[in-house]
Nanobody, 122 residues
Framework: QVQLVESGGGLVQAGGSLRLSCAASGSISNINAMGWYRQAPGKQRLLVAT???????FYADSVKGRFTISRDNAKNTVYLQMSSLKPEDTAVYYCAADTSWRAIATMKNDYWGQGTQVTVSS
């Protein structure tokens, strides 16, 4: 089993920045990919960004140029640096992990965090 614990959410004004963290623990030796999803009230959960163990990244078009995903393998932690935040970025952000990048990209990953709320005020 793998446990994912997110932190770093909060309330920020439009144009501001936040950094989310997701710490992984447990049986993490086979985790090859991690990522972030978000879910706004009444809407479906959407992929935000992913990163593989080799460092390859993917971003949704809506966040390209504003968000940066990174990982610290020594700390088993993945980060999402969010800048130039917009009210439409308001959502619960979920960390995801799996042995397969494709599983994360198709929301078929095995592991999820509990979510952290990000609220961007206008």
């Amino acid at each position: 089993q793998v446990q994912l614990v997110e932190s770093g959410g909060g309330l920020v004004q439009a144009g501001g920045s936040l950094r989310l963290s997701c710490a992984a623990s447990g049986s993490i030796s086979n985790i090859n990919a991690m990522g972030w999803y978000r879910q706004a009230p009444g809407k479906q959960r959407l992929l935000v960004a992913t990163i593989t163990s080799a460092g390859s990244t993917f971003y949704a078009d809506s966040v390209k140029g504003r968000f940066t995903i990174s990982r610290d393998n020594a700390k088993n932690t993945v980060y999402l640096q969010m800048s130039s935040l917009k009210p439409e970025d308001t959502a619960v952000y979920y960390c995801a992990a799996d042995t397969s990048w494709r599983a994360i990209a198709t929301m078929k990953n095995d592991y999820w965090g509990q979510g952290t709320q990000v609220t961007v005020s206008s």
